[in-house]
């Protein structure tokens, strides 16, 4: 939700922390602010809106110049609107901090440190947790300890860097339920929400735990848990070059990301394939594990969901065994109903999406088998599901998850036919054949489907002067359409809905005007000619309708304002470049509309908060 990160070491800390949070810029931009030691002061710049008002501030001040040691911050708010007094790092003379996540338990710890003489400026949860160490660190007079104690206190989500003003070279950093990495240089040292934000000095990190505390010199990492024992850590190293979490020449993040499907979906599927075969056993996912599956629920949000979907369409069709799909913040709160032969998949890009992540543990509390499906190594949903399955979809920096969406379907397409092998519900020939399918043709099929850009820019034009429109589709391409809805409403703002088109006479079709134009998904054959229905009755109300289908479709060209053909595919994937092709839709929508594509308004990255 929010991008924290520090540096301490021989060069200006300023530079490295403003470099940092430019990268960080994609969890949240609604504020910043640095924190850093300069000529013997704790001196503080920050400023509401985005890292580059903070970064000309600095400039202007001069205050931070000669620092060697610092933290920075850019928020996503949550308690407290933007604005300069509300933006981090919180603290006093004596303490400052930067905070991603949320402290439940605030009012209370603020109604004691008030009866204890504190007094508050801001409105935002970060200052109480600032004083609050302040006030151990007053009573224990020992950092660590201090540390601890306020970790014992908090209930909540954080990851935290702190600057006491008594120790002008050293970070601290603590962290539970949000990401937070110790990057190890040459004489220098950071702290960062993710690697991408010191990936251009150091590729070697540490994956800080939950209720651990890590204290860092130029020199010198210390990770100790809450006894203040030592804790040994894998130092890992990032797999991403710093142009891979960089844009490369590309307008936006959005188009490069999509640009990188085809690659992403080999990644992720080559090591999972032997024999020409689905292989998950590395991960865990053996044929006895897999054969005895009696449902499988896939639990996430927003886009992650919408992979789920057709997780669940594809299972069905092969494995014949239940499948639901669970929006997290609702199965949360629903008290599932769960067994220990029920699968309950958590699908994540992010790996931290706080309503995943809490009903990850939920599921596991109820005795189910957790597997993750990830894109971020040693995030936190990855590290506590029973098993995880990574996309090697490599970063994904726009808002609008494109590339690891396509993935994530990819590679539920190839989890279900071992599944289904397993089970028996399919010989081994037709696995071997469905998945050479999936791995030899797909990703050509999604280039093919990328070089239709300039026909989707052409469609695009249709639309992106209108407010409202709907999407519709039958069977997976009424999953499709929820994706390729919300792709449209996040970037473009324009009002968008999904619909069953069966269900459209069922009330909805009232608002069917020449004012609503429609988006039909047509891309399955059984239900073709029920789909051209539906676009008649829309049609006959004077919608628009831009028809996509595939190709040879019959008569399609008669009966849409617009077609746009998919590459030839199997039918059972035509999902992965339909994709692909909504994608395009709603970048060049949004960017006929003069939208920030990457950075929609209201929106974060991984939204780590309930
Ligand atoms: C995707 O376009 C959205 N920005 C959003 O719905 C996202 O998919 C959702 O927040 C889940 O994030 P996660 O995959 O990181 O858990």
Not at 68 to 79: D, E, N, Q, S, V
Not at 235 to 261: C, D, N, P, Q, V
Not at 277 to 284: D, M, W
Request: with cysteine; hydrophobic share 40%; charged share 25%.
């Amino acid at each position: 939700m929010c991008g924290i990160t520090g540096y301490v070491g021989a060069r200006e800390a300023s530079e490295v922390i403003l470099q940092g949070l430019h990268t960080l810029e994609y969890r949240g931009y609604d504020s910043a602010g640095i924190a850093a030691f300069a000529n013997g002061n704790l001196a503080v710049v920050k400023a509401v809106g985005k890292v580059q008002n903070v970064e000309e501030k600095v400039k202007a001040l001069g205050t931070l110049n000669g620092a060697h040691c610092g933290i920075g911050h850019t928020r996503w708010a949550t308690h407290g609107a933007p604005s300069d007094i509300n933006s981090h790092p919180h603290g006093n003379e004596r303490i400052q901090i930067v905070h991603n996540g949320i402290i439940e338990n605030y009012a209370p710890l603020r109604a004691m440190l008030q009866k204890n003489g504190y007094t508050f400026v801001s409105e935002t949860d970060t200052e109480v947790a600032a004083k609050l160490i302040d006030y151990h660190y007053a009573n224990c007079h020992d950092r660590a300890d201090a540390l601890i104690a306020a970790m014992r206190d908090i209930v909540g989500s954080y990851a935290i860097a702190v600057l006491f003003a008594d120790c002008p070279d050293t970070l601290y950093a603590i962290r539970k339920d949000n990401p937070l990495i110790v990057g190890v240089g040459e004489g220098e040292s950071f702290v960062a929400s993710d690697i991408a934000a010191v990936l251009r000095y150091t590729k070697n990190y540490y994956q800080l735990g939950d209720h651990q505390l890590a204290v860092v010199t130029k020199d010198r990492v210390s990770i100790l848990d809450m006894e203040k024992t030592p804790v040994e850590h894998e130092l890992l190293t990032a797999t991403w070059s710093i142009e891979a979490a960089e844009r490369g020449g590309y307008a936006h993040f959005m188009i490069k990301e999509i640009g990188e499907e085809p690659e992403a979906i080999e990644k992720t599927l080559r090591p999972r394939i032997k024999d020409m075969l689905p292989c998950f056993e590395e991960e865990g996912l053996d044929d006895s594990r897999l054969a005895g599956i009696k449902s499988v629920t896939f639990v996430a949000c927003g886009t992650a969901m919408h992979a789920g979907l057709v997780g669940k369409t594809v299972i069905e069709k092969l494995c014949r065994v239940p499948v639901n799909v669970e929006i997290a913040s609702e199965f949360r709160y629903n008290d599932p109903i769960l067994n220990k032969d029920d699968l309950v998949v958590i699908i994540s890009q992010s790996g931290e999406t706080a309503d995943s992540l809490a009903a990850l543990r939920l599921a596991k509390e109820k005795g189910a088998y957790t597997l993750g499906i990830v894109n971020v190594i040693g995030s936190t949903i990855a590290r506590e599901a029973d098993d995880v399955i990574y996309t090697w979809a490599g970063p994904e920096i726009s808002v609008a998850s494109t590339k690891a969406y396509t993935v994530q379907i990819s590679l539920l397409y190839l989890l279900s036919i071992r599944m289904a092998l397993a089970m028996g519900k399919l010989t081994e020939d037709a696995a071997r054949s469905y998945t050479r399918t999936l791995y030899e043709d797909m990703p050509r099929i999604v280039r093919e489907a990328i070089a239709l850009e300039d026909e989707v820019a052409e469609a695009a034009a249709l639309f992106c002067d209108y407010e409202d429109l709907f999407f519709i589709g039958r069977g997976i391409d009424y999953h499709l359409a929820m994706e390729g809805s919300l792709k449209l409403k996040e970037i473009s703002y324009i009002h968008s809905e999904a619909y069953a088109a069966g269900e459209l006479k069922h009330g909805t079709i009232s608002l069917i005007t020449e004012d609503m134009p429609v988006i039909a998904l047509a891309t399955t054959s059984p239900l073709y000619e029920k789909m051209i229905s539906n676009i008649r009755e829309v049609k006959a109300r004077g919608a628009e309708v831009l028809l996509i289908t595939r190709e040879g479709a019959k008569d399609a060209a008669d009966e849409a304002k617009k077609v746009i053909y998919l590459p030839n595919c199997s039918e059972l994937f035509s999902a992965i470049p339909l994709a692909t092709i909504l994608q395009l839709l709603a970048y060049h929508v949004a960017a006929k509309r003069g939208c920030d594509i990457d950075k929609p308004r209201n929106l974060a990255k991984s939204v780590t908060v309930e």
